[in-house]
Each structure stands twice: as C-alpha cells, then as structure tokens.
C-alpha cells in the first residue's frame, strides 16, 4: 500500500486541526473497514500530521519517522476491521504508532541506559520528581522550543517520558513496553524530567 501526500517535517510544530466531527469520522472508518481506499485517504489526510508529530516526540530523525508513519497506517488500515467504536479512533491509532515508533528505536539500538543499583531507583525517582516545585519550566516558550529540548533527551529517557508524561502509560506498562524494570522507568523518567528542566531553562535564558 502507498499512502499519497506524506506531510512534510516541520520541526514539531503542531498544525492546525482539520479533525472531522464524530460522525464524518464514524463514515470514513466504516468506509475503510469496507476496504473503501476514499475512506481511507480521508483518514489518513485528515490524522497523518498529528500521527507524525506523536512519533517525532519519539524519532527525531526525519526520514525513520516518515517510514514508521507510512508503516503505521499501513497497519491501521490492515487492522481496522477490529476497531469496534468502543473509546476513541484516534487513541487507538496513536498506540498502533507510538508502538512502532518504539520498535523501530529498538530494532536500530537505541533504547539503552546505565543501569544502577536497583533498591536506589525509588528513592532516586520519588526524590528528582518531586524537586521542581518552582512552576512550570515552559511558561514563555512555544511548541516548537519545547520538542526541540525533548529531542536533546537520550533515546530512551525520551521514551519513557513520553509514554508517562503524554501517553498516561503507568511504569508498570513502560516496562513491560520497554522490557525494563519498573524502577528503572521510574529512574528513567526522574531523569528525563530533570534533563529537560535544566535544556529548557537553558531556551529561556538564550531567548
């Protein structure tokens, strides 16, 4: 299957929202679950650009997130006859991509971390969690400053904070996604979070 009309990179910025109302979404779906190819595109012009962003939170590289968005829909349509209308289309096509976003950073070696003494990774992420009380460290900046300071995160801090903090996985998914303990998610995502304090503090004082 080739999908037409790939949306072009535009470092993180979120485009305008050209979502269909419930119903319009509910025909095309049910068009495409007919093997309908109109329904199909419909969908896929309509979601691409967003899918394309969640995966980029994940792949900052911009050929790999193209090829696992064409993947990504290719599985969505492959698999659509099981999306029974129950919770959101979109969800659920979101997890199909951050899945394969997640495949590809591990079939390319780049899901890894230094691992640490186990019985210190609670205390260490209940500690480096709770020290930002400071406010938030976006207020000032856009869209775009943030993701490019999440793009600097190792691969794997990315993940997992993308999974917890925007997904709403728990650490006990991460894990089992990740195929790491849950203190090392846990650890992983203090981390992430006190990295992107610091790369963020770092935009404000530059702008």
């Not at 394309?52 to 290719?74: K, S, T």
């Not at 003494?117 to 609670?122: A, T, V, Y």
């Not at 997904?167 to 998610?185: K, P, V």
Request: charge should be neutral; glycine fraction near 8%.
């Amino acid at each position: 299957m080739t999908l037409a009309g790939q949306p072009s990179v535009n470092r993180f910025v979120n485009p305008k929202s050209t979502l269909p109302n419930p119903d319009l979404l509910r025909s095309w779906v049910r068009s495409a679950q007919a093997g309908d190819q109109r329904g199909q595109q419909h969908i896929y012009e309509a979601f691409a650009s967003k899918m394309l962003l969640a995966i980029r939170r994940y792949i900052p590289g911009e050929q790999e997130a193209l090829d696992v968005l064409q993947d990504g829909f290719i599985k969505v349509f492959r698999n659509i006859g099981g999306f029974t209308f129950k919770g959101s289309f979109e969800g659920w096509m979101r997890r199909i991509m951050v899945n394969l976003a997640i495949d590809s950073l591990r079939a390319n070696k780049h899901l890894h971390w230094v691992g640490e003494n186990e019985e210190m990774l609670d205390v260490f992420a209940e500690t480096a969690v709770s020290d930002d009380d400071d406010g938030p460290e976006w207020a000032g900046l856009g869209q775009a400053d943030i993701l490019e300071a999440m793009e600097e995160l190792s691969p794997m801090y990315r993940a997992v904070f993308n999974l917890y903090a925007i997904e709403g996985y728990a650490h006990r998914e991460i894990s089992g996604q990740l195929e790491i303990s849950e203190g090392t998610s846990k650890s992983n995502y203090a981390k992430a979070r006190r990295n992107l304090r610091e790369l963020l503090r770092r935009k404000l004082r530059e702008k």
